[in-house]
């Protein structure tokens, strides 16, 4: 199961960490319209994230309250219709629409979201590549790159957000 370091804020722009990514040659990897349904499950989280044509299954068990580490697998879906194929099966907890601009930084993936009836958001998601000393080094390079506090963190989906 591949493993991650997160961290999300909210934020009230974009417009300055953007012009960080952009002085320090982030890749930007375009704009994603997505739409992720939360299914009622009894161990950690399942989504479908549904992404123009395509439809991706995702199970994550996070660390909601230490350094937020995420265990996730990923199952891409196909067929007629994976959303209502799924909620033939399964009670929907939440939908979350959003539109996410996404950067590259040093194995970090960095989300820009605008969500639905929540706002702006910041999300860093740094891969772990071999040792977890090494990913929380880069991790904390680009949380100080960006000027970002431990203390702004919401450690929450953004299904319980919904919620809240």
Known sequence: MPLNL?????LNSHKQIEAILKKNKAEFKGILKQKDV???????????????????????????????WSNYELL????????????????IEAIVEK?????IYDNTR????????????????????GEKSKATKRFNFIKKLLGIENEEQIRTSYRNLIFS
């Open 99 to 103: 539109k996410r601009k996404l950067y």
């Open 6 to 10: 997160e961290l999300k804020i909210k």
């Open 110 to 129: 960095v989300h820009l979201d605008e969500v639905k009836g929540l706002g702006k958001f910041l999300e860093l998601e740094t891969l772990l590549i």
């Open 38 to 68: 939360y299914y009622k499950t009894s161990k950690g989280l399942l989504k479908l994230r549904v992404e123009g044509e395509r439809n991706t299954l995702i199970k994550y068990l996070r660390d909601e309250k230490g350094k937020r």
């Open 76 to 91: 891409e879906l196909r067929g007629k219709n994976p959303e209502k194929y799924l909620e033939s099966i399964f009670k």
